[in-house]
């Protein structure tokens, strides 16, 4: 391998590299960071805390017992009516 012809390749690399920064530097844009913020777990619960709403949290025991009896009523319902 020719030790000059790499060190050539490499100095034009970093000149075509200074052009991109300059140009860059030039138009004053960052461009911006696609995807979720970093540190959040999941998209809802960013988007609820940025929306200043409680995060809903699911059912409360009362509520859960009170489904259950409603469904069990349903399907005893269910079950009579194909009886």
Do not use: C, F, H
């Not at 052009?19 to 960013?46: F, H, M």
């Not at 409360?60 to 005893?76: I, V």
Request: charged content about 40%; proline content about 5%; hydrophobic content about 30%.
């Amino acid at each position: 391998m020719d030790l000059q012809k790499i060190v050539a390749d490499l100095r034009e690399e970093m000149e075509r590299i200074g052009r991109a920064i300059g140009l860059l530097e030039q138009t004053g844009t960052v461009p911006k960071r696609r995807g979720r913020k970093p540190g959040s777990k999941n998209s809802t619960s960013a988007a609820a805390a940025s929306s200043g709403k409680p995060r809903r949290r699911g059912l409360t025991p009362a509520g859960r017992k009170r489904l259950s009896e409603l469904m069990k009523k349903r399907w005893a319902d269910r079950r009579k009516k194909q009886a």
